[in-house]
């Protein structure tokens, strides 16, 4: 049986846990009109989760670049009690300071305990600058103090939330083509991949390799081959003369949302996006002899 997007139920309408630029709770609303229903929902830019946990199929197929990202969805869904108990003895007012900080940091980049890492990310994430996760050219994780004026509240219970979600979703550390490349017939698949930053000079440095021009070729390239096995894909970008090029021949979806990274309230504009539907084809829609 197929469920809606927009389902009512105890974990389809969950909060996410991180803060994350580029994160799609303001658009949730917008996204469960347009997302049709479907047994599994596919996201291969998982980020903070805002679209997983904010909908309610019956399936998940989840996964994400970023590794210390994904150890924190694996964490949940494997010991959630370990990860938190963990993750929690970070939140205290002795780690609040620029000198904490930055030494937290530094053990967070020099560790290759890939579970401590993930305890140590939701500290970055919450103490660290507008929840923005950067890395240099290494991988290393370079975002400021943030200069929290209280030690931030520790989510508990929405990380336990998502612990429950995530039992009925599989996991994948990696790019996006796997994950592509098993959607199907009745599949829904969604991406937010770091948007052009053709004519742009928004933050994508998400993962030290980056996300250019031939990257978002190849996520279109890949749509097209999922919506011809039957899946529908959509995609989320700025709304540009170079994205439409891209998305020739997509339904068009035109969005707005408010962005919040800017530490100056003024500078938090309105940002015009697209929504790019690849509709299963039709022959794929047919009883096969």
Known sequence: MNHHPSGRGPSSNLKPFLKWAGGKQRLLPELRQILPAGQRFIEPFLGAGSVFLGTGYPEYLLGDANPDLMAIWIALKSDPRGYVERAESLFCDANRSPEAYTRLRHEFNSSSDRLHRAALFIYLNRFG???????????????????????????????????????????????????????????????????????????????????????????????????????????????????????????????????????????????AEVLAIFKPSQSALLPHP
């Open 129 to 271: 600058f507008n929840g923005i996760f950067r890395v240099n050219s290494r991988g290393e994780m370079n975002t400021p103090y943030g200069k929290p004026s209280t030690t931030p509240p520790f989510p508990s219970e929405r990380l336990e939330q998502a612990s429950y979600k995530l039992q009925r979703a599989k996991l994948h550390i990696g790019g996006f083509s796997f994950l592509l490349a098993q959607a199907g017939l009745g599949d829904v698949v969604y991406c937010d991949p770091p948007y052009s930053d053709v004519g742009q000079t928004s933050f994508t440095a998400y993962t030290g390799s980056g996300f250019g021009v031939e990257e978002h070729q190849k996520l279109v390239r890949q749509a097209w081959e999922a919506s011809s096995r039957g899946a529908l894909v959509a995609i989320s970008n700025h709304d540009t003369p170079h994205t439409r090029v891209l998305y020739s021949g997509c339904e068009i979806h035109e969005l707005e949302v408010r962005r919040s990274i800017s530490a100056k309230a003024s500078a938090r504009a309105t940002s």
